[in-house]
Structures are given as C-alpha cells and as structure tokens.
Nanobody, 121 residues
Framework: QVQLVESGGGSVQAGGSLRLSCAAS????????MAWFRQAPGDERQEVAI????????TYADAVKGRFTVSRDNAKNTLYLQMNSLKPEDTAVYSC??????????????WGPGTQVTVSS
C-alpha cells in the first residue's frame, strides 16, 4: 500500500524558514520522480519543486527559485523541502507526490494528504 506522509508544516513569520519532510512507503522510492505541490484556498494546485530519479536534477517554480531547495534521501525513503525567506504568499497546504515519470503527477501520481504552512507578515 502506497503511503506518503508529510510533516514539518506550521506557522512562521515572514523571513523565517521551515523544512518539510515526506516519508514514503509501499513503493520503490528510488525509482520514482518526486515533487512538492502547494494549494492555497481558492487557488489551483501549483507545482513547487521536482526532483528526478537518477541524476537528481531539480526544477523549481519561478516563485520559489533561490529560496526553496528540494532533496531526497533514497536510503531513508524521504523527500525534503527546505524553505527559506518565507513570504505570506507561500501560505498553502503543501503536498508531496510520486510518479514513475516526472510529467505524470497529475494523472498517475501518488499523493500525500498535505501539511499546512502559514506565513504571517
């Protein structure tokens, strides 16, 4: 049974930092492309960061480039998102996702329930 469980969310003031984790189980973690998405109330779900499988190449949304860093520990089956210089517009529910291909998240991905991140000004 595939499980993705996020943790590390919370409330922080603008300029602060948070580190999100996503513990994965039930599938071969090192064979899957992993990603973080976020969704704010009333908005569509937005892709935040993707980390590929073997070469670990990364892709970021323009809104988070230079502030967020995605990483993975295949030995621990865990995905991370280090978020620095947080802004109020980063407030959202953050979810991790897994897919066999990096362009398959929306239609064929596995998803976690998400963790709330709230940034106050």
């Amino acid at each position: 049974q595939v499980q993705l469980v996020e943790s590390g969310g919370g409330s922080v003031q603008a300029g602060g930092s948070l580190r999100l984790s996503c513990a994965a189980s039930g599938f071969r973690f090192d064979a899957y492309c992993m990603a973080w998405f976020r969704q704010a109330p009333g908005d569509e779900r937005q892709e935040v960061a993707i980390i590929d499988i073997m070469d670990r190449s990364t892709t970021y949304a323009d809104a988070v480039k230079g502030r967020f860093t995605v990483s993975r520990d295949n030995a621990k089956n865990t995905l991370y998102l280090q978020m620095n210089s947080l802004k109020p517009e980063d407030t959202a529910v953050y979810s991790c996702a897994a897919a066999i291909r990096c362009d398959w998240f929306r239609d064929h991905g596995y998803w976690g329930p998400g963790t709330q991140v709230t940034v106050s000004s």
